[in-house]
Structure formats: C-alpha cells, structure tokens
C-alpha cells in the first residue's frame, strides 16, 4: 500500500492505493496513528483506491487499512505541525523542546541523540519545595492488538520509556539526551518530558527488526499484599527496615495503579523497590503495611526470522546482564562446559538460547514444588530442579553464551484467581528487544489455563520459547542488589520469593527479637478486555 501526500496537515485528504480494500467498505476501515476517521471522513472506497481525510486532531502514525479483521502493511503520515523546525533565538519558558533527533527510524537498541533545549542537567530534578527527587525521561509510542475492532472508539496513545535495564540513557545534558530505542517501542511519537512538561511529540520510525512482536489479550488484575510485624524483645533505640517490592512496569505489564496502602514509604520506589521505616519497635505490639495495586498485564507473542538475527553489539547491556554472581553463576566452570557442548559450533544467539531451552527441559526434571534452598550447580549436576532453580539455570547458561539474560520473579495466577510463587527469564536479541523463557511451564510441570492460547490444544516447550500467557505479575527483572542503610543493621532476606531482592528486612539497635509474617499475593479482581 501507497500513501499521498506523505507529510501533510490534520483536516486535509489523502490517498491510499493498494490492493483488496474491497469494493465497497462495509464494516472496513483506515486507522491513522491508532485513530479511526468518523464514517463523513471516507470519500472514495474501491478495492486499489481509498481516498480520506485526516482527523482534525489526529498526530503522525502509521495507517492501516483493516478488512476482515486483517490490517495492510503500514505506510507513514507525518504531521507537518510536529516536525522539528530549528532553533530560532532564545527559547522562552520552562517545557522542555526537541529541535532535531539523529536519526527518523531504527530498531529496539538503535542509538538516538536528542538535540533541544529545557531538558535539565541531569534525569534527577530536585523540586526544592518538598526536597523530593523525581526522574526526567525520554518515551515512545506503545500499542497492543485489541481483541475486539471499533472504529468508532479513540484509545488514546500510549507509551513507553526508554529502559535503565537495557542501558538506554547514555548521556542527559541541557541541550543533548543521548539514548537507545527500548523494547516494545512502536512507530509514533517521542517525547521527553521533566517536571516542568512534555515536549512537542517528533515522529520516529520503528524498523529494521528481524521479526515482530505483539501485545495481546490484555487483562487488569486487583493485587494485594502485606507483612505483618510483631515485636517480641526491644529497647530504645531501634529501627526496623522493610524493602517491599512494587509490580515492575514493563512492555507487558503496565498501568501500575496504587489504589491503597495502609502506611507511607520512607523512600518511594527505589529500583522498584520502596522502602518502609519503623523506629522505637515495643515489645508486642504489631505493625502491618498492606498494599494494593491494579495492574493491566498483556499476554507476549513473537516471531523471528533467525537467519536476521545479528550478534549483540551493546557492550554496556552486555556487560550487565551476562556477568556471574552468586545468584546466577555464569561463570562457573561446570556451566561453560555444558553450554558448550550443547551449543556446538552455533553462532546464532536466538538459536544458541533456543539449543539452550530445548536441552533444559529435555535434560532436567522440574518439580512443581518449590525446593527451597537449592543449589543451582547441583540442580545442573543432578539434572533436577523446581521453577526456581530451572529459569536461573537457564539465565546462566545462557549468559555463559555470551546473550544478555535476565531473571523475572513474581507470582503466576491460576484460573480460580489463586497465586503461587513463579520464575521464568529474558534474554536479548539486537535490533528486537526482550524475548521471554519459561522452561519450568515449558516442560508442562507448571500449568495454567492460558488465557493467551484462545482454548486451542498448544505445544506448551514450543509456546514458552518466545511467548508467554497474560496470567502472572512480575515483581522484579533481574537480580536485584540492595545496599543496607546502617553499617550494623542485622539483615534478613527471603530467598525464593516473590522478588529477586538480597535484601527484605533490616533491624538496627535495641530491636532483639521480632517476628514477620510476609502474606501471599492475593487476587480480588480479574477483569478481561
């Protein structure tokens, strides 16, 4: 399909030439940039020609033309009101304004300079009045596949952030933001935005990718979970520490929504992560902080053409998500020597991650419950593990063949609305973004009624190599290291649990003897779209 004109003005008309439009429109229609045009819009309808004009308030996207439930390929339409046009004299005001952008297309880790005025020194801007902290950004367009087709309802645009977990801010001055294009990132607009305001949107271009990926069958989840404290030994002074983790945002997890919580955080949101403070504990009494969250979780589905797949050539992402801790120990010995004999001479990182996968749940027996404490070399050596132990054996061997892997944790939801403790992993693919693993349900140790396979009888190894269901909160990405907030602080961590923290509790001074009860994550509203 061809569009004409190419950059144009909202109100004015264009046209579209293609094939199998259909002859007369009946329940077809153009979207532009996610908006589709009112029925007075349409002037000409045959099957190679479709002549419309362009909303009043509509931005730059790509169009589409929908028949039968199918969309054409997508043709780009420019509004020349959010073009960058160059400086001219001194800027007046505060909002922040792009006036160039290095490039007009890319793919997920394509580097972009952003050039303007306004942007701040740094991410971090202080509002002086409260003494708070809060962070500047960089966003892109977002969009999902709706189940249902109306082109008479507007969504409004939505968007992502550029990624601190894939390196995506390399540099933040006044007049320059050097940054990547994160994962999950579609053809739309780009803004930043500051304290201060958003940003004229610039158009960019989302191509170039060696194959696709969708956001599907959205589900909203009501959330709620607490910890209840109770003092049994203390003297003044003493402070108790509490690091609760919040549901992470995500390409497919988004629309994190406080709706309650019963007492307010010392420090908001640290790394996902916020942290609560309690000061001059007295035996018996009780303290309890309970939280709730509405969550829109989005089932994953992609494709790849493998022969387009490149190798990693992001050193920064490299280096953070390939290296050996003690949690995933990538480099261990044992580990390389596996991996390299099941990788064989294979140079392709989707199908060294792919060789990878399919050996697991070949090789390795995973039990459903959870075995606490296990050993992620002797789960390798023994060819046994739980959930657990399975996605950060399948993290590190995929690390130790040099692909940028990271572990999820959070809690999957079976469909009487009931919770239990899951795990399952990332890994990275240039020019694509994230591809999610779930080795544990791939084996089909782990099942749930997968709101995402449409009822149909799915090969479940080859489903969780590169999709995953609509049926599970995240609740971190990565290992996540926390640092301690007093040099003598007796810590507690809760391995195996809902987050991949090393930190869950820190008590300090006269605060003997306490004990915590961390309560299971509970669902009290499910709501389908």
Not at 325 to 348: A, F, K, M, W
Not at 489 to 506: A, D, F, K, T
């Amino acid at each position: 399909m061809s569009i004409d004109p190419k950059i144009g003005r909202m109100g004015e008309v264009i046209t579209l030439r293609g094939v199998n439009f259909g002859e007369t429109r009946d329940e077809a229609y153009v979207t532009i940039a996610g908006i589709a045009p009112t029925n007075s819009s349409y002037h000409v309808w045959q099957n190679e020609l479709i002549i419309i004009r362009i909303p009043e308030l509509g931005e730059s996207g790509l169009v589409y033309v929908h028949v039968d439930g199918k969309k054409s390929n997508g043709v780009l339409f420019s509004n020349s009101a959010t073009l960058p046009k160059p400086a001219e004299g001194e800027e007046l005001g505060l909002q922040p304004r792009i006036t160039s952008i290095s490039r007009q297309s890319g793919a997920p880790g394509t580097q972009i300079t952003i050039v303007g005025n306004n942007f701040g020194i740094s991410r971090e801007n202080q509002i002086h009045s409260l003494s708070l902290q809060t962070m500047s950004g960089v966003f892109f367009s977002w969009d999902y596949e709706s189940n249902t087709i109306n082109p008479y309802v507007v969504r409004e645009p939505e968007f992502i952030e550029v990624s601190e977990i894939e390196a995506g801010y390399e540099s933040w001055s006044a007049r320059e933001i050097n940054i990547r294009v994160p994962d999950g990132a579609v053809s739309g607009n780009i803004e930043v935005r500051t304290p201060h305001g958003r940003s004229r949107p610039v158009f960019f271009d989302i191509g170039g990718k060696p194959g696709n990926k969708s956001f599907i069958d959205k589900r909203s989840y009501t959330i709620n979970y607490s910890v209840d404290i109770r003092v049994h030994e203390a003297a003044r002074p003493n402070t108790l520490y509490l690091w609760i983790p919040n549901p992470i945002i995500s390409p497919s997890q988004r629309k994190v929504t406080l709706i309650s919580r019963s007492t307010e955080p010392f420090i908001e949101n640290h790394r996902g992560v916020s942290l609560y403070k309690f000061d001059n504990l007295a035996a018996g009494v009780n303290n309890s902080i309970v939280l709730s969250y509405n969550v829109e979780i989005y089932a994953i589905e992609t494709a790849i053409r493998p022969a387009s797949v490149t190798s990693s050539q992001r050193p920064a992402l490299s280096a953070m998500h390939t290296q050996s801790t003690e949690l995933i120990p990538s480099g261990d010995q044992s580990v390389r020597s596996y991996v390299s004999t099941i990788t064989g001479r294979e140079q392709n990182p989707y199908l060294k991650a792919k060789l990878i996968y399919d050996w697991i749940i070949q090789n390795i027996a995973i039990d459903k419950t959870i075995m606490y404490n296990i050993n992620i070399i002797s789960a390798l050596q023994e060819k046994h593990a739980d959930p657990y132990a399975a996605a950060l054996l399948y993290t590190a061997m995929v690390r130790a063949a040099g692909i940028p892997c990271i572990p999820i944790a959070g809690a999957l939801i079976d469909k009487s609305g009931k919770t239990f403790h899951h795990y399952w992993a990332e890994f990275w693919i240039d020019n694509f973004g994230w591809v999610p693993v779930d080795p544990a349900m791939g084996q089909g140790t782990v099942t749930i009624e997968n709101a995402a396979m449409h009822g149909e009888v799915i090969n479940y190894s080859n489903y969780y190599f590169g999709n995953l269901d609509n049926m599970r909160i995240a609740f971190s990405r990565g290992d996540l290291v926390l640092s301690q907030m007093e040099n003598k602080g007796r810590l507690v961590s809760h391995p195996q649990s809902y987050s991949l923290q090393n930190i869950w509790e820190e008590a300090s001074g006269g605060l003997e003897s306490y004990s915590s009860l961390w309560g299971d994550i509970t669902i009290s509203g499910i709501y389908t779209h």
